[in-house]
T-cell receptor, first 113, second 114 residues
Framework: KQEVTQIPAALSVPEGENLVLNCSFTDSAIYNLQWFRQDPGKGLTSLLL?????REQTSGRLNASLDKSSGRSTLYIAASQPGDSATYLC????????????FGTGTRLKVLA | SAVISQKPSRDICQRGTSLTIQCQVD?????MFWYRQQPGQSLTLIAT?????????ESGFVIDKFPISRPNLTFSTLTVSNMSPEDSSIYLCSAPRQGASEAFFGQGTRLTVV
């Protein structure tokens, strides 16, 4: 049974710092991995999608990497800003043919001005 | 990206009543998904809504408690029946765009049961 864990559970950093959020999964047979942002009480915004054959994806100040064999993904946020404060969720999609996602426990990020 | 609209965005309901949440997608999709996010928790899949057939429920979720409709390829509803305070959660619908790998989510329905 696939389990997805995120470390740390919460993180508080000063503005401008570069930071890394970690996501690990127990079953390496994934189709893809997606990182989401969730603001308090709101829905999910897709940040980056990494296919199982890819190693990393970049969008602006965000970079996500994937090491499928070791069951790990990292989300790197450069030059963090107060507007980055949110909960970050990773989710893995199981084998091709299904769109079911297993979500991680989330990292609650606070960037201090 | 796909546009997914959910209604209502939030509601406060009395225990024992039912609430129906609507999810509208801006394009036709084969499958739609309903998730629950309990306070302080991550998302858990409730069921997959397939057009023209009964929804497929995940372990721990039953049709009597969470009936789902899927009348066409752009719309679905989730009903939370006979609510109790334990049903207080954010409920989200999700749909992948046809031929795409990425999952998109509605803005969620924040339900509080008193």
């Amino acid at each position: 049974k696939q389990e997805v864990t995120q470390i740390p559970a919460a993180l508080s950093v000063p503005e401008g710092e570069n930071l890394v959020l970690n996501c690990s999964f127990t079953d390496s047979a994934i189709y893809n991995l997606q990182w989401f942002r969730q603001d308090p009480g709101k829905g999910l915004t897709s940040l980056l999608l990494i296919q199982s054959s890819q190693r990393e994806q970049t969008s602006g100040r965000l970079n996500a990497s994937l090491d499928k064999s070791s069951g790990r993904s990292t989300l790197y946020i450069a030059a963090s800003q107060p507007g980055d404060s949110a909960t970050y969720l990773c989710a893995v999609r199981r084998a091709s043919g299904t769109y079911k996602y297993i979500f991680g426990t989330g990292t609650r990020l606070k960037v201090l001005a | 990206s796909a546009v997914i609209s959910q209604k209502p965005s939030r509601d406060i309901c009395q225990r024992g009543t039912s609430l129906t949440i609507q999810c509208q997608v801006d394009s036709q999709v084969t499958m739609m998904f309903w998730y629950r996010q309990q306070p302080g928790q991550s998302l858990t899949l409730i069921a997959t809504a397939n057009q023209g057939s009964e929804a497929t429920y995940e372990s721990g979720f039953v049709i009597d408690k969470f009936p789902i409709s899927r009348p066409n390829l752009t719309f679905s509803t989730l009903t939370v029946s006979n609510m109790s305070p334990e049903d207080s959660s954010i409920y989200l619908c999700s749909a992948p765009r046809q031929g795409a790998s990425e999952a998109f989510f509605g803005q969620g329905t924040r339900l509080t049961v008193v």
